[in-house]
């Protein structure tokens, strides 16, 4: 099973980006999805969540700016942000928790990162 993020990039202050994150291989079923973020010298922190049945939970700091959404016949999950700030610089990470086929329990697995630059 591997997860592929893309969508990445430098953006101005107040622009917009879109992550997507592909999961593939050996797939019986996901549950939650979400986006993590790390910016230099911080730990990692949550960004956003996504439940199968669609139930979302933003970190307050991007609440009314960036949207998750998913699309579960592609086992992909989506990350818009909008009127993005300087400081929402950092790699963008996500992650998904997939039963493969075969096997009776959920395994956290995690893209490779995108880095997303917000400057002027």
């Known amino acids: 099973v591997q997860l592929q993020a893309s969508g990445g990039g430098l953006v101005q202050p107040g622009g917009s980006l879109r992550l997507s994150c592909a999961a593939s291989?050996?797939?019986?079923?996901?549950?939650?999805m979400g986006w993590y973020r790390q910016a230099p010298g911080k730990q990692r922190e949550l960004v956003a969540t996504?439940?199968?049945?669609?139930?979302?939970n933003y970190a307050d700091s991007v609440k009314g700016r960036f949207t998750i959404s998913r699309d579960n016949a592609k086992n992909t999950v989506y990350l818009q942000m909008n009127s993005l700030k300087p400081e929402d610089t950092a790699v963008y990470y996500c992650y998904a928790d997939i039963r493969k086929r075969g096997s009776a329990r959920y395994l956290s697995y995690w893209g490779q990162g995108t880095q997303v630059t917000v400057s002027s």
């Open positions: 291989g050996s797939i019986f079923s996901i549950n939650l």
């Open positions: 996504i439940t199968s049945g669609g139930s979302t």
